[in-house]
């Protein structure tokens, strides 16, 4: 059976581990978000989601960044909610709450992308004694952002085609083509080699004569 344990806070803040550095940022009331036409009810219940209702599931998801958070906030299911979201008149509501879903994972995404830059905090632990602490730095995290933002370089995979592939190809031909000797250079090149062993093979052919001619004098 499991036991529910009492919750014990952290002894220090850098103990956490979420990736949500901060706590979510509210929205503005003013905040074009906000300006969108809600969707009308002709025949408003006790449990309707008013138009009040709308504008506060929308600012808690521009925050957030997630459905499910946004629709405890305001105490309605997400069945509800995406039933709304599908009805007559709902346009400018499912506007918003794209643009709000698209607000809400950018600031996860620079609070995952600061800590990778700045790295955390960590608690330096030895024989259950804490010596001190340490910034550590998320290496996969890094190289996530690497290959979702520049995936023209940091790309898993380089296939023919691909604007990488093709970029390295014409940079690897420029440069063996500027590497490469022209046909003067080349042709030069061969009547060094060939005067060179025309040279050794006559200092050759005179040293042999010479060998010759002294043993016809003795």
């Not at 506007?95 to 608690?123: H, K, P, Y």
């Not at 031909?173 to 046909?183: I, V």
Request: hydrophobic share 40%; proline share 7%.
């Amino acid at each position: 059976m499991t036991k529910n344990l009492p919750h014990r806070p952290r002894a220090t803040p850098s103990q956490a581990t979420s990736y949500v550095t901060a706590p979510p940022s509210p929205v503005e009331p003013c905040d074009p978000l906000l300006d969108f036409a809600p969707v009308p009810h002709t025949a408003p219940r006790r449990n309707s989601i008013t138009p009040d209702r709308q504008r506060r599931f929308i600012a808690h998801l521009a925050a957030t960044g997630i459905v499910k958070q946004a629709a405890l906030h305001i105490g309605a299911s997400l069945e509800a909610l995406y039933k709304l979201r599908q009805r007559p008149g709902a346009e400018e509501f499912r506007a918003a709450w794209d643009m709000a879903v698209d607000r809400g994972v950018s600031r996860l995404e620079d609070c995952a992308l600061a800590r990778a830059i700045e790295g955390e905090e960590r608690m330096v632990v030895s024989s259950g004694k804490v010596l001190g602490t340490e910034r550590r730095h998320n290496e996969a995290l890094v190289m996530f952002f690497l290959r979702s933002r520049r995936a023209d370089r940091y790309g898993k995979q380089v296939l023919p085609g691909s604007p990488l592939y093709e970029t390295i190809k014409a940079q690897v031909l420029a440069e063996y083509h500027a590497s490469r000797p022209s046909k003067a250079e080349t042709l030069a090149r061969l009547n060094a080699k060939l005067d060179k062993m025309r040279e050794r093979r006559a200092a050759a052919e005179a040293m042999l004569a010479g060998d010759k001619g002294e043993g016809s004098a003795a």
